[in-house]
């Protein structure tokens, strides 16, 4: 199994297919990197590097109790990164994983990447404020974790309905991919799943945004 050690000893599993021009992927919340296995078989038969890692508490990463924020998840896409000494990457991020991808160019700049795709993504900040009208109210996310405490497998059942739009009958299973939401959610503790909601909405405005638009504008970087 491919691991790389980051500085605070946390396990971080990656995949790497195919050989070309990088692109990375970053996955959404509570998913792995066997969200993008689509994305990546396409582009690795088509002349591209695929590779894509599983955030810390999910997958096959170690499941940290400490680290599980936009912080450390971009130094932990830096680690991935450095260690497979990627340069001109294309970084791709869904949902959480956009966060991940913004909060990268905040902290670690533009050196090794060519562009960023933020898909869905949670940046700048989700959270209802007066500088953020348009965000969701902080019961939302308190009423996430209180479901997630009392009955962590019917939470996940829930995620996925809208997740991707499956609906189904009652007494039947959930159906494809809605179902691996589920198998997945469960494969991380619920200390991570409760802690990395900071990461989510409680810590700011995200500083890639604004480097991703300096980068647009051509000011320098």
């Given at each position: 199994?491919?691991?790389?050690?980051?500085?605070?000893?946390?396990?971080?599993?990656?995949?790497d297919?195919?050989?070309?021009?990088?692109?990375?992927?970053?996955h959404?919340?509570?998913?792995s990197?066997?969200?993008?296995?689509?994305?990546?078989?396409?582009?690795?038969?088509?002349?591209f590097?695929?590779?894509?890692?599983?955030?810390?508490?999910?997958?096959?990463?170690?499941?940290?109790?400490?680290?599980?924020?936009?912080?450390?998840?971009?130094?932990?896409?830096?680690?991935?990164?450095?260690?497979?000494?990627?340069?001109?990457?294309?970084?791709?991020?869904?949902?959480?994983?956009?966060?991940?991808?913004?909060?990268?160019?905040?902290?670690?700049?533009?050196?090794?990447?060519?562009?960023?795709?933020?898909?869905?993504?949670?940046?700048?900040?989700?959270?209802?404020?007066?500088?953020?009208?348009?965000?969701?109210?902080?019961?939302?996310?308190?009423?996430?974790?209180?479901?997630?405490?009392?009955?962590?497998?019917?939470?996940?059942?829930?995620?996925?309905?809208?997740?991707?739009?499956?609906?189904?009958?009652?007494?039947?299973?959930?159906?494809?991919?809605?179902?691996?939401?589920?198998?997945?959610?469960?494969?991380?503790?619920?200390?991570?799943?409760?802690?990395?909601?900071?990461?989510?909405?409680?810590?700011?405005?995200?500083?890639?945004?604004?480097?991703?638009?300096?980068?647009?504008?051509?000011?320098?970087?």
């Open positions: 199994m491919s691991t790389i050690t980051t500085r605070d000893g946390t396990e971080i599993y990656y995949k297919w195919g050989s070309g021009p990088v692109v990375t992927f970053s959404g919340w509570p998913l990197s066997d969200a993008w296995d689509g994305q990546m078989l396409f582009l690795a038969q088509n002349g590097r695929a590779v894509a890692h599983d955030r810390r508490g999910h997958g096959r990463s170690s499941q940290a109790s400490s680290g599980n924020d936009m912080n450390g998840y971009a130094d932990d896409l830096a680690a991935v990164i450095e260690a497979l000494d990627l340069k001109n990457a294309t970084l791709v991020g869904h949902s959480t994983g956009g966060g991940e991808v913004a909060r990268y160019i905040g902290r670690h700049g533009t050196k090794r990447v060519a562009k960023a795709v933020l898909v869905s993504a949670v940046p700048p900040i989700m959270l209802k404020s007066a500088t953020n009208p348009e965000g969701l109210p902080m019961e939302v996310f308190d009423n996430l974790r209180r479901d997630l405490v009392n009955d962590r497998s019917q939470f996940y059942k829930d995620l996925a309905k809208p997740f991707y739009g499956a609906k189904p009958a009652r007494g039947e299973g959930l159906p494809g991919d809605a179902g691996a939401v589920l198998a997945v959610g469960h494969a991380g503790r619920p200390q991570e799943r409760l802690r990395e909601h900071q990461g989510i909405f409680g810590d700011g405005p995200d500083r890639g945004l604004e480097a991703l638009r300096r980068a647009d504008a051509g000011a320098p970087r």
